[in-house]
């Protein structure tokens, strides 16, 4: 079935350290791609997204692009800071003649250190 | 910027007794659902309403929970009787299509003694 595999947790970084957290999908058809963050305590906010092939998606300095070919959303960060200490959630949207309910990964960690 | 709303935010109860919890959606969403998060399972799909009719709850133990959304402003969880195996933080996101991702609650964190 369609799912959404996430690179496993917790990732530490120093601040001001290049970030990847990497993210790939299956689905029937070509469903949007979405990374959630949540803050302890919080619930999950929309950090970015890409509705088709080749789009990329940017919000904070994160950057994430739809890549068809090896089905992947891979986030990135050129330079992190502590305040970026979060979990982070890969997603897929629901597809026309696939699940019509989105999919999340199951979050990765990350940890900035001053 | 536009809110779904959850309450109630914390709720300590003990096993066997009813617990309620209430989402109000953002105004115009046509998506609700209902999603449990624990450290071992993490994000798993409750419940999910589309026009406020319900699509798939096939993830929801049936025997104790029920998800309704008696108008469009409101959604409900239900969880009668509680266990133990409950503890968790209950979100509630809502939403417009496929292409525009979803807004979350804070959450219900709820704790069964």
């Known amino acids: 079935g369609d799912s959404v595999t996430q690179m496993e947790g917790p990732v530490t970084l120093s601040e001001e350290a290049f970030l990847t957290i990497n993210c790939t999908y299956t689905a029937t058809g070509y469903p949007s791609l979405f990374w959630y963050v949540q803050y302890p305590g919080e619930g999950l906010q929309l950090l970015l997204k890409?509705?088709?092939?080749?789009d990329k998606g940017s919000n904070k300095g994160f950057e994430a692009t739809y890549r068809k070919e090896t089905t992947s959303f891979h986030l990135e960060k050129g330079s992190v800071q502590v305040s970026d200490s979060a979990v982070y959630f890969c997603?897929?949207?629901?597809?026309?003649?696939?699940?019509?309910?989105?999919?999340f990964g199951r979050g990765t960690s990350l940890i900035v250190h001053p | 910027d536009a809110r779904v709303t959850q309450t109630p935010r914390d709720k300590v109860t003990e096993m066997g007794q009813e617990v309620t919890m209430r989402c109000q959606p953002i105004l115009g969403h046509n998506t609700v659902f209902w999603y449990r998060q624990t450290m071992m399972q993490g994000l798993e799909l409750l419940a999910y309403?589309?026009?406020?009719?319900?699509?798939?709850d096939s993830g929801m133990p049936k025997d104790r929970f029920s998800a309704e959304m008696p108008d469009a402003t409101l959604a409900t969880l239900k969880i009668q009787p509680s266990e133990p195996r409950d503890s968790a933080v209950y979100f509630c996101a809502s939403g417009f299509g496929t292409n525009y991702g979803y807004t979350f609650g804070s959450g219900t964190r709820l704790t069964v003694v």
């Open positions: 997603a897929r949207g629901p597809t026309s003649g696939g699940s019509y309910i989105p999919t």
């Open positions: 890409a509705t088709k092939a080749d």
């Open positions: 309403f589309r026009n406020r009719a319900p699509l798939d």
